[in-house]
């Protein structure tokens, strides 16, 4: 994946942004709990849209039915759904969980591969879980996972900007070492839960209030501004209604 090269400034103030959330967050961490690469790849499927608390919850029961990428295989579907209800979007993940445990017997004797090549080939993996799965279970950097977390926090401080996951990867590797590739992922998501947040950011507490490029910031921390939230809706008034008439007018 290659990347455009960065101004020094800006690798700078990266680095600078990343000793402040070491200090201010030595405890994040990949928060599922998985005991092996297999578990941690079936988690983190799992985790899209749902909270790893939540995933941690499903993960113990679904694992001591079905342990190995064989075992879950051969899962009944159904079972599998019942299984990860409560995580959300149960169908398709149940799907991607059994595509991926076939694809890794039939191309990898029923173990993880060690390359994001060879994982993102395989059914319902995209960069984000591979990258996760490599840096987590094998301590191997060949990327920087990207989650909503990581977009927000990375394009409010001025480190990347889009909504494209891949591009905003592509943009973060070219200012962030690669030995800190996965603590990256830890310090941006961990951030953005406990401080960050989408809707009720704690702007007044951020340790990085002085380097943060976000417009609202100064608002947010003073309390002068409303949270931030969803766009209101457009009006649907239709464009044709004519206005009514005022009184005393012709």
């Not at 039915?65 to 149960?90: C, H, N, V």
């Not at 890794?104 to 995209?126: A, D, F, R, S, W």
């Not at 094998?138 to 889009?162: K, P």
Request: hydrophobic letters at 40%; one cysteine or more.
């Amino acid at each position: 994946m290659p990347a455009s090269r960065p101004r020094p400034a800006l690798r700078d103030k990266t680095a600078r942004i990343l000793d402040l959330l070491e200090d201010a967050h030595p405890e994040a961490t990949c928060a599922l709990s998985p005991r092996d690469p297999f578990q941690l790849l079936v988690a983190t499927i799992l985790s899209a849209q749902c909270t790893d608390q939540r995933v941690n919850q499903v993960t113990p029961a679904l694992f001591s039915r079905y342990p190995t990428s064989a075992a879950m295989a051969q899962a009944p579907l159904p079972e599998l759904e019942e299984l990860i209800r409560s995580t959300g979007f149960f169908r398709a993940k149940a799907r991607s969980i059994q595509g991926c445990s076939r694809g890794l017997l039939e191309q990898h004797q029923g173990k993880v591969p060690t390359t994001l090549e060879e994982l993102v080939k395989l059914p319902g993996i995209g960069r984000k879980t591979a990258n996760v799965v490599l840096s987590h279970a094998f301590g191997l950097a060949e990327g920087i996972a990207v989650d909503t977390h990581v977009l927000r926090v990375s394009n409010r401080l001025g480190l990347a900007r889009g909504d494209d996951a891949v591009e905003v990867e592509r943009q973060l590797m070219a200012i962030v070492p690669r030995e800190r590739w996965a603590r990256t992922t830890d310090l941006l998501i961990f951030h953005g839960r406990k401080i960050c947040d989408a809707r009720r950011p704690v702007c007044g507490s951020c340790v990085l209030f002085s380097l943060c490029q976000w417009r609202d910031r100064q608002a947010v921390a003073l309390g002068a501004a409303g949270r931030p939230g969803p766009p209101k809706r457009a009006s649907r008034a239709r464009s044709s209604q004519r206005p009514r008439p005022q009184k005393g007018r012709p």
